[in-house]
């Protein structure tokens, strides 16, 4: 006999999917929806997932490997010239003498890119591939339909996106001594 009201086992990829803090609060079936939606991406060591400036299309989920996110260094680099041929400096934050432009190295079950998700600014920093590396890819076009058609689910993972952004931030304001513009 065929028992109907079973639950269905996960695969291990959605079991994999729902530790991720971004889907934690999503049911099994919403899961589903959303890796209809997902991309996976194979790179090699060292090669360039984005480079700093590009427009932000996607948001990138570490499967497996390590990526490096770093920022260019600006000498005169850092200049840009205006129509008109009027020269100025390009605003960049001030680094510490002998800083590579080094900002993390992450691992597997963490994600990079995600302000992507949220407009098409161009990147403030490159990923690349710190070691061969499989990763998990949900692109913003994919995202708003989302919103159009599954506004529940959306709404999870943008709750789960503004407590890692809120957290990030508060990290970043707390490291810099500008904890006053967080109360």
Known sequence: MVNFFRPR???PRLERLHELSLFVDLTPAELQIVDGLLHERDYLEGEVIFDEGEEGQAIYIIAAGEVLISRQERGDAGRTVQPGGTEHAAVQPRRRQGDSGRVAQLGAGTFFGELALLDNSPRSAQARAASPCKLIVLFRDDFVRLLDTHAR???KISRQLACHLGTRLRD??????AYHHLL
Do not use: N
């Open 172 to 177: 970043m304001a707390l490291s810099v001594g």
């Open 9 to 11: 086992k996960t695969s």
């Open 153 to 155: 689910i959306a709404s």
